[in-house]
């Protein structure tokens, strides 16, 4: 008898406990935050209010409350509203819709971190548009094929650039660069550029390999 009153009264603390946290608001719960977005889970489950920072770079999350790239959808970047910038954000949206516009949104995500680490690198030029232009008008000199491939520089592809646009607005709005593990260079699967057998090899994404440069 005594065991199954003790038993009764703890499926009632039990219950109470269960009740009490069901009630509480997911937004106010900053464990419940991180782990949505640590895990990867769907980013439409997080309050509007922390996805600011994909649009304009404000509330900017901290700490282990990072948006995992990996996990966002086209879905997803629709919500954000018609990307806008500066010459900055032209430049690395123009990069990504002539070098990746064929690529998934990780491989997209992957080559804006390449361009954004050369920009913190001292080893490149520190905007940009000049690491995207470094090396435009010399022979075998650029560091872009499409900047120097005598193609007219076209964007004749509305969807896929209003996708690269917004991918360029979250990576300048300081999304994590963690999908190339500090890589400052890329190829495709189908060349074999020299520097690639002496670079270490960081990722391989969609149809591009990344490697990260030395100093």
Same mark, same amino acid.
């Given at each position: 008898?005594?065991?199954?009153?003790?038993?009764?009264?703890?499926?009632?603390?039990?219950?109470?406990?269960?009740?009490?946290?069901?009630?509480?608001?997911?937004?106010?719960?900053?464990?419940?935050?991180? +782990?949505?977005?640590?895990?990867?889970?769907?980013?439409?489950?997080?309050?509007?209010?922390?996805?600011?920072? +994909?649009?304009?770079?404000?509330?900017?999350?901290?700490? $282990?409350?990072?948006?995992?790239?990996?996990?966002?959808?086209?879905? $997803?970047?629709?919500?954000?509203?018609?990307? /806008?910038?500066?010459?900055?954000?032209?430049?690395?949206?123009?990069? +990504?819709?002539?070098?990746?516009?064929?690529?998934?949104? /990780?491989?997209?995500?992957? #080559?804006?971190? #390449? &361009?954004?680490?050369? #920009?913190?690198?001292?080893?490149?030029? $520190?905007?940009?548009?000049?690491? &995207?232009?470094?090396?435009?008008?010399?022979?075998?000199?650029?560091?872009?094929?499409?900047?120097?491939?005598?193609?007219?520089?076209? &964007?004749?592809?509305?969807?896929?650039?209003?996708?690269?646009?917004?991918?360029?607005?979250?990576?300048?709005?300081?999304?994590?660069?963690?999908?190339?593990?500090?890589?400052?260079?890329?190829?495709?699967?189908? #060349?074999?550029?020299?520097?690639?057998?002496?670079?270490?090899?960081?990722?391989? &994404?969609?149809?591009?390999?990344?490697?990260?440069?030395?100093?």
């Amino acid at each position: 008898m005594v065991r199954h009153v003790a038993c009764f009264g703890l499926a009632l603390i039990l219950g109470a406990f269960l009740l009490v946290a069901g009630s509480a608001p997911v937004a106010a719960d900053a464990s419940l935050a991180r +782990l949505l977005t640590t895990e990867g889970r769907a980013l439409a489950a997080m309050p509007e209010g922390r996805l600011s920072w +994909l649009r304009d770079g404000r509330n900017r999350p901290q700490g $282990d409350a990072t948006i995992e790239l990996a996990a966002l959808s086209d879905a $997803d970047l629709a919500r954000m509203p018609a990307p /806008k910038g500066g010459a900055e954000w032209r430049c690395l949206a123009e990069a +990504l819709y002539f070098e990746a516009r064929g690529e998934t949104l /990780k491989g997209q995500f992957a #080559v804006a971190e #390449v &361009i954004l680490n050369r #920009v913190d690198s001292p080893r490149f030029p $520190d905007s940009v548009c000049s690491v &995207i232009n470094q090396g435009t008008g010399r022979k075998h000199g650029c560091q872009f094929t499409y900047t120097c491939d005598g193609r007219a520089e076209a &964007i004749t592809e509305p969807a896929a650039w209003n996708r690269v646009a917004r991918v360029a607005q979250v990576m300048l709005n300081g999304a994590p660069r963690t999908l190339t593990k500090g890589a400052t260079h890329y190829h495709t699967a189908a #060349v074999r550029p020299a520097w690639s057998r002496i670079y270490p090899r960081t990722a391989t &994404i969609g149809d591009h390999h990344f490697y990260r440069g030395r100093g």
